[in-house]
């Protein structure tokens, strides 16, 4: 049975969260591969030479070196309309309503949420990716 997804990454530095997440993912079998990175940076290397499309990010706001914001800007400014089909969610732990609003200024940001992710947020993205969100 093929997962609503087909390729999803997690982008987050918190080994907890990260943990936790893809335990989640995996549970759900939300998506057929699953890409974790700690680092954006890394994260955008891969990017450069990935094989194949990515669906969905779901990425983490504040991480050091570079945040999901820098991440995000980088992302477009290189590889563009390519990039902006990927379905983007961001995750934090902040309640600071200028992140919130800061990730909606950004076109290619489809949703926001906290940490950690449920079940119904799950499905929600598994929504998004297949375009009936």
Same mark, same amino acid.
């Given at each position: 049975?093929?997962?609503?997804?087909?390729? #999803? $990454?997690?982008?987050?530095?918190?080994?907890?969260?990260?943990? #936790?997440?893809?335990?989640?993912?995996?549970?759900?079998?939300?998506?057929?591969?699953?890409?974790?990175?700690? $680092?954006?940076?890394?994260?955008?290397? *891969?990017?450069?030479?990935?094989?194949?499309?990515?669906?969905?990010?779901?990425?983490?706001?504040?991480?050091?070196? %570079?945040?999901?914001?820098?991440?995000i800007e980088a992302a477009l400014a290189e590889?563009?309309?390519?990039?902006?089909?990927?379905?983007?969610?961001?995750?934090?732990?902040? #309640?600071?309503?200028?992140?919130? $609003?800061?990730?909606?200024?950004?076109?290619?940001?489809?949703? *926001?949420?906290?940490?950690? #992710?449920?079940?119904?947020?799950?499905?929600?993205?598994?929504? %998004?990716?297949?375009?009936?969100?």
């Amino acid at each position: 049975m093929t997962a609503p997804i087909q390729t #999803l $990454m997690l982008i987050d530095d918190n080994e907890a969260d990260t943990f #936790l997440c893809r335990l989640m993912i995996e549970e759900a079998r939300l998506a057929d591969n699953l890409l974790v990175f700690n $680092m954006a940076e890394d994260a955008l290397a *891969y990017l450069r030479n990935k094989p194949g499309p990515i669906d969905a990010i779901l990425l983490d706001i504040r991480m050091p070196r %570079m945040s999901g914001f820098e991440f995000i800007e980088a992302a477009l400014a290189e590889f563009g309309s390519a990039f902006a089909k990927v379905v983007i969610v961001m995750l934090t732990t902040s #309640l600071d309503i200028n992140d919130k $609003m800061k990730a909606e200024q950004f076109g290619v940001v489809k949703g *926001y949420f906290e940490k950690p #992710l449920s079940q119904a947020q799950l499905e929600t993205i598994a929504a %998004m990716v297949s375009g009936s969100t």
